[in-house]
């Protein structure tokens, strides 16, 4: 049965026994998603407005870092999010990530969790999301994007996730100069992703990570 950790930020990440993983890094879940998708994604992309595409909704704490990061700007913020396995409802009303979103934290967390399945939901000022129940690998997702956060489980997990034939998928939906985010940094992902039309480029990680991953699709 999945369960609640804390990590050494103080913020909450799941773990799944059966892939002997956590959704997040137990150096600080937190300030990972700030770290790879915020500092290095959101804050680097310039498009406006901004599409953006996550690759594993999970517990929802990249959408809601992304949406209270929003407000700080006028830009237009469109997030589409894809997940196969949501996370149970139980465990999503024990997570403390809006304790690290600032003073609209809880609304706004509780605005995307309740967001419905299948439809672009206005959430604040200038964030919307779209939340799709699929399989990225088999399913036909809609629109291009020009950021796109890659949150899957890693390579040795869900290698069908990192594969040459998921990257050109993702390629196909990503605009020119569209940038791609990830975690992993192994040599499998990179090459993939090269071979798929992006420019690799290591970035320093968060603690515990020594290098994250900012693709731009060529």
Same mark, same amino acid.
């Given at each position: 049965?999945?369960?609640?950790?804390?990590?050494?930020?103080?913020?909450?990440?799941?773990?799944?026994?059966?892939?002997?993983?956590?959704?997040?890094?137990?150096?600080?879940?937190?300030?990972?998603?700030?770290?790879?998708?915020?500092?290095?994604?959101?804050?680097?992309?310039?498009?406006?407005?901004?599409?953006?595409?996550?690759?594993?909704?999970?517990?929802?704490?990249?959408?809601?870092?992304?949406?209270?990061?929003?407000?700080?700007?006028?830009?237009?913020?469109?997030?589409?999010?894809?997940?196969?396995?949501?996370?149970?409802?139980?465990?999503?009303?024990?997570?403390?990530?809006?304790?690290?979103?600032?003073?609209?934290?809880?609304?706004?967390? &509780? @605005? !995307? +969790?309740?967001?419905?399945? %299948?439809?672009? *939901?206005?959430?604040?000022?200038?964030? $919307?999301?779209?939340?799709?129940?699929?399989?990225?690998?088999?399913?036909?997702?809609?629109?291009?994007? &020009? @950021? !796109? +956060?890659?949150?899957?489980? %890693?390579?040795? *997990?869900?290698?069908?996730?990192?594969? $040459?034939?998921?990257?050109?998928?993702?390629?196909?939906?990503?605009?020119?100069?569209?940038?791609?985010?990830?975690?992993?940094?192994?040599?499998?992902?990179?090459?993939?992703?090269?071979?798929?039309?992006?420019?690799?480029?290591?970035?320093?990680?968060?603690?515990?990570?020594?290098?994250?991953?900012?693709?731009?699709?060529?």
């Amino acid at each position: 049965m999945n369960r609640l950790v804390t990590t050494e930020d103080g913020s909450h990440t799941v773990y799944v026994p059966e892939l002997d993983e956590h959704y997040h890094s137990t150096n600080g879940a937190v300030q990972e998603s700030e770290h790879i998708f915020i500092n290095c994604g959101f804050d680097f992309c310039k498009a406006d407005p901004l599409r953006i595409l996550e690759v594993g909704f999970g517990t929802g704490l990249n959408a809601l870092l992304t949406a209270v990061k929003s407000l700080s700007g006028i830009r237009e913020v469109l997030y589409t999010s894809v997940e196969k396995y949501p996370v149970e409802d139980k465990l999503i009303r024990l997570l403390n990530h809006n304790q690290f979103a600032g003073e609209d934290g809880k609304v706004i967390s &509780d @605005l !995307i +969790y309740s967001a419905p399945w %299948g439809d672009m *939901k206005k959430i604040c000022r200038n964030f $919307s999301i779209n939340k799709i129940l699929c399989d990225v690998v088999t399913d036909c997702i809609p629109g291009y994007y &020009d @950021l !796109i +956060y890659y949150d899957a489980f %890693g390579p040795e *997990k869900q290698p069908e996730m990192w594969s $040459s034939t998921i990257f050109e998928k993702i390629s196909a939906m990503t605009v020119s100069g569209g940038i791609l985010l990830t975690y992993s940094s192994k040599g499998l992902v990179k090459r993939n992703l090269r071979s798929n039309g992006f420019k690799v480029k290591r970035l320093p990680g968060p603690p515990g990570k020594r290098h994250i991953i900012r693709a731009i699709k060529i």
